[in-house]
């Protein structure tokens, strides 16, 4: 009877969690297909009579289109994902499996930069870019973040570290080197951990706004977030339409969330357990 009353009470808890977790984004919707008369006359939680669809033909077809942005930030996604991982796998492995003068030390220097906010690098790497000729450019947007980040090498580190040296030493013994390793022995073994990046990095790149804000100007380089930012003005809200654009923008996301979510459990199994 106590292990049932304990599954009862667990299940409660974690059905008040998802639901918490989830009304704001079932609001986004529901006043996403609102009109602007709607949203302003009804309570927030009545639902839309009628409901329509006006809100999001303005954002793909209209004057108020998303097209162009959300083109720009898949490429500058898909361009700081893999220069990201790809920098940051060979720095873990450097810090690894590795031996060079200063390694540890290096490692810790690199990562205490974690500690360094944002805002307090935001205008020396704005000057630096800007006389580089990268002001407003595609490139000004994704370099500051190519070169690994110092959060997924600390996580690719330690997650190589736990591998046993065992395998590392009979694929040596079978000739391979560092490349070779790192190719065939440790990435394949890495799957649940660098799919969790992937997905970390994806979101925090999908929905960085101050850094694109800041390097660029006008609409040519414009992205996602700026422009659902953009929806607004100091006088008019569009409530219905930016909650159209951030249902949109959201969606992505979710998608690459359902298709990644077992490697992520994974992760977070395996990391537990070490």
Same mark, same amino acid.
């Given at each position: 009877?106590?292990?049932?009353?304990?599954?009862v009470?667990?299940?409660?808890?974690?059905?008040?969690?998802?639901?918490?977790?989830?009304?704001?984004?079932?609001?986004?919707?529901?006043?996403?297909?609102?009109?602007?008369?709607?949203?302003?006359?009804?309570?927030?939680?009545?639902?839309?009579?009628?409901?329509?669809?006006?809100?999001? %033909?303005?954002?793909? !077809?209209?004057g108020? $289109? *998303?097209?162009? @942005?959300? =083109?720009?930030? +898949?490429?500058?996604?898909? #361009?700081?994902?893999?220069?990201?991982?790809?920098?940051?796998?060979?720095?873990a492995?450097?810090?690894?499996r590795?031996?060079f003068?200063?390694?540890? %030390?290096?490692?810790? !220097?690199?990562?205490? $930069? *974690?500690?360094? @906010?944002? =805002?307090?690098? +935001?205008?020396?790497r704005? #000057?630096?870019?800007?006389?580089?000729?990268?002001?407003n450019?595609?490139?000004g947007?994704?370099?500051?973040?190519?070169?690994?980040?110092?959060?997924?090498?600390?996580?690719?580190?330690?997650?190589?570290?736990?591998?046993?040296?065992?395998?590392?030493?009979?694929?040596?013994?079978d000739?391979?080197?560092?490349?070779?390793?790192?190719?065939?022995?440790?990435?394949?073994?890495?799957r649940?951990?660098?799919?969790?990046?992937?997905?970390?990095?994806?979101?925090?790149?999908?929905?960085?706004?101050?850094?694109?804000?800041?390097?660029?100007?006008?609409?040519?380089?414009?992205v996602?977030?700026?422009?659902?930012?953009?929806?607004?003005?100091?006088?008019?809200?569009?409530?219905?339409?930016?909650?159209?654009?951030?249902?949109?923008a959201?969606?992505?996301?979710?998608?690459?969330?359902?298709?990644?979510?077992?490697?992520?459990?994974?992760?977070?199994?395996?990391?537990?357990?070490?």
């Amino acid at each position: 009877m106590r292990t049932v009353r304990r599954a009862v009470l667990t299940y409660l808890a974690l059905g008040l969690g998802a639901l918490v977790i989830l009304a704001p984004y079932l609001m986004s919707v529901q006043t996403s297909v609102k009109t602007p008369r709607q949203f302003a006359q009804q309570p927030p939680l009545a639902p839309p009579d009628p409901v329509t669809g006006a809100n999001y %033909a303005e954002l793909v !077809v209209g004057g108020h $289109t *998303l097209v162009p @942005p959300l =083109v720009i930030t +898949l490429q500058v996604v898909l #361009v700081v994902v893999l220069g990201q991982l790809t920098c940051s796998v060979l720095a873990a492995y450097a810090f690894a499996r590795l031996d060079f003068p200063g390694r540890d %030390a290096l490692f810790w !220097v690199y990562l205490a $930069t *974690l500690m360094v @906010p944002i =805002v307090a690098v +935001l205008v020396p790497r704005f #000057v630096l870019l800007s006389e580089a000729g990268l002001g407003n450019t595609f490139w000004g947007i994704v370099l500051p973040a190519m070169f690994g980040s110092p959060y997924a090498i600390f996580l690719l580190r330690q997650f190589f570290r736990a591998i046993p040296q065992e395998l590392l030493d009979a694929a040596r013994i079978d000739g391979a080197g560092h490349l070779r390793v790192l190719r065939h022995v440790i990435l394949p073994l890495s799957r649940p951990i660098l799919a969790t990046l992937l997905i970390i990095t994806v979101v925090t790149h999908w929905n960085d706004f101050l850094w694109p804000l800041v390097i660029t100007s006008g609409e040519r380089w414009q992205v996602l977030t700026v422009a659902v930012a953009g929806l607004q003005s100091q006088y008019q809200g569009n409530w219905t339409l930016v909650m159209a654009a951030t249902t949109l923008a959201t969606m992505p996301l979710l998608v690459l969330f359902v298709i990644f979510q077992k490697h992520i459990v994974r992760s977070i199994t395996i990391t537990g357990m070490r």
